[in-house]
């Protein structure tokens, strides 16, 4: 599964220092706005203790980790969405995302220039939130234009899209994003046809200072977007992007070393990867062996032969059944041989649901 979380923000905010932390990439951060203008890709890999301790067990040849895709998107600023700052382009690369991460500067540097003269981290983020919000509505009502006329005629498809379409509209109008609202399974139809920004889910990062990153709720910026995001079920990360692209240049040893004396247990960046994964709804299951242990992403709610999918779409098409057991129960046996004495291996179904952490080989036949 490749999804993309697109990395949002005002120019000089440190969208391209985390960047080059998440990837260990090189990617051009210099001190003024525009300065990325085509959208850096990267690939990371989703911290997870349980594939370690899965190659532990199995020694296997090869380890596969599950991945996640960062996309760096260039500075957004006021009247993007009438393409100031060559906002089309940027809003159009952020419609190409599964999540938006939105970077919030919530530090002082008086040798990096803010593009409003001052910090304010929920200025910043309603300056682009409601950028999000006038190209979403930009959409809607292009759209309420070529069908109104339609449902007027008593066309039933035409006349439920209407009722969508006016739904949203009344909600960006009042400067509220697409995903506050409830939406049915027939809506959520409608919905895929039209790729709103602000449907997306959204997790701030706050960018802070080294000297707050081991205390962040002593910094009156993080909590002031913390406070903001509680109002619309958001997350905020803390982060420093200086200190993590540091880390990301380490060797582990010297990385554990650097993080003791900061006084942090755990990465910015691991956090921040983990906090993305679940805003999507994303879980791992595993499949193992003396030739390879791999971690495979999933959407929460999946069934068997669903999953099996993932790996192969022969292997759903003819899919018979998925020997299943539990990462946590393994912990415990140690084995395959031992959990089999346990009772503890399970031969499950087309309608089993996934869950995060089952170990699976699957059976199939096409």
């Known amino acids: 599964m490749a999804l993309t979380a697109g990395i949002v923000g005002l120019p000089n905010v440190g969208k391209s220092t985390l960047f080059n932390a998440i990837t260990n990439a090189q990617v051009e951060a210099a001190n003024y706005p525009f300065a990325t203008i085509d959208p850096n890709v990267g690939v990371v890999e989703v911290p997870d203790h349980r594939l370690n301790d899965l190659v532990e067990i199995f020694k296997p040849k090869k380890t596969v980790p599950t991945t996640f895709e960062f996309t760096d998107i260039a500075g957004l600023v006021k009247g993007a969405s009438k393409g100031e700052g060559l906002g089309n382009k940027f809003l159009a690369n952020i419609r190409e995302t599964d999540a938006i991460v939105e970077v919030v500067r919530c530090f002082r540097d008086k040798d990096i220039t803010h593009v409003d003269g001052s910090v304010d981290p929920v200025r910043d983020v309603e300056t682009i939130n409601l950028e999000l919000i006038f190209a979403d509505l930009d959409t809607v009502e292009k759209r309420i234009g070529k069908i109104e006329k339609k449902a007027q005629t008593g066309d039933g498809d035409a006349k ?31 919905l895929k046809n039209y790729n709103l920004l602000t449907i997306k889910p959204i997790i ?71 906090e993305t994964y679940a805003l999507l709804n994303l879980k791992t299951f595993f499949t193992v062996g003396v030739d390879e242990c791999r971690a495979w992403t999933f959407t929460d709610g999946m069934t068997a032969p669903e999953m099996a999918g993932i790996i192969h779409t022969d292997f759903q098409r003819g899919f018979i059944r998925a020997e299943t057991y539990s990462y946590d129960d393994l912990m415990v046996h140690k084995s395959e041989a031992a959990l089999r004495e346990a009772g503890k291996i399970r031969q499950e179904g087309k309608t089993y649901k996934g869950a995060d952490g089952d170990i699976m080989f699957f059976k199939f036949n096409v």
């Open 204 to 274: 701030y990062v706050a960018n802070m200072g080294e000297e707050d990153i081991e205390n962040p709720q002593d910094n009156p910026f993080f909590n002031t977007l913390v406070e903001y995001a509680k109002n619309e079920g958001a997350d905020v990360v803390p982060i420093c992007a200086k200190i993590e692209e540091e880390l990301a240049a380490l060797e582990d040893e010297d990385k554990a070393i650097f993080m003791e004396d900061l006084g942090i247990e755990e990465s910015g960046l691991d956090k921040l990867i983990r």
């Open 160 to 190: 439920e899209e209407l009722d969508v379409l006016l739904k949203l509209k009344e909600t960006l109008e009042a400067s509220k994003p697409a995903r506050s609202l409830e939406f049915s399974k027939e809506e959520k139809v409608w």
